[in-house]
């Protein structure tokens, strides 16, 4: 994102996002890793001894968990991020905002019922009737 927003800038500019995006996150990662660190203990120290901190891997390092995938909940986590997306290219293409509002407008409405959706599954499968 910065890289993105590095390129719309000037040289100095981009320098300015690059190192200030660095200090930014770097001290957000370490502020959060010890907050976890002091919240979980021994659990989190084995975790992050065996997942790398920036660097993603192609295979894991650790365990399956046993559980199955929630795909509905993973979907809806990333529906906002991909109808911005969407949004975002077709002003581009037609220049047209009241396109641009309807696609998220749209997103936001489909996220509130499929929220009420997965909600209702998971009081169904706990047994404490709808929500």
Do not use: D, H
């Amino acid at each position: 994102m910065n890289f993105g927003l590095g390129l719309l800038a000037s040289r100095v500019g981009f320098c300015f996002i690059f190192l200030a995006s660095l200090v930014f996150y770097g001290r957000l990662l370490l502020r959060e890793e010890a907050q976890l660190l002091a919240a979980q203990g021994e659990p989190y120290a084995r975790f992050r001894a065996a997942v790398p901190c920036l660097w993603p891997l192609l295979r894991p390092r650790l365990p399956a968990g046993g559980r199955t995938p929630e795909w509905g909940q993973a979907f809806l986590g990333e529906v906002t991020i991909w109808a911005l997306a969407v949004a975002t290219l077709m002003f581009a293409v037609t220049l047209q905002i009241g396109i641009t509002y309807g696609i998220i407008a749209l997103a936001l409405i489909w996220g509130m019922i499929a929220q009420v959706r997965l909600r209702r599954k998971r009081a169904r499968e706990t047994g404490k009737g709808p929500v």
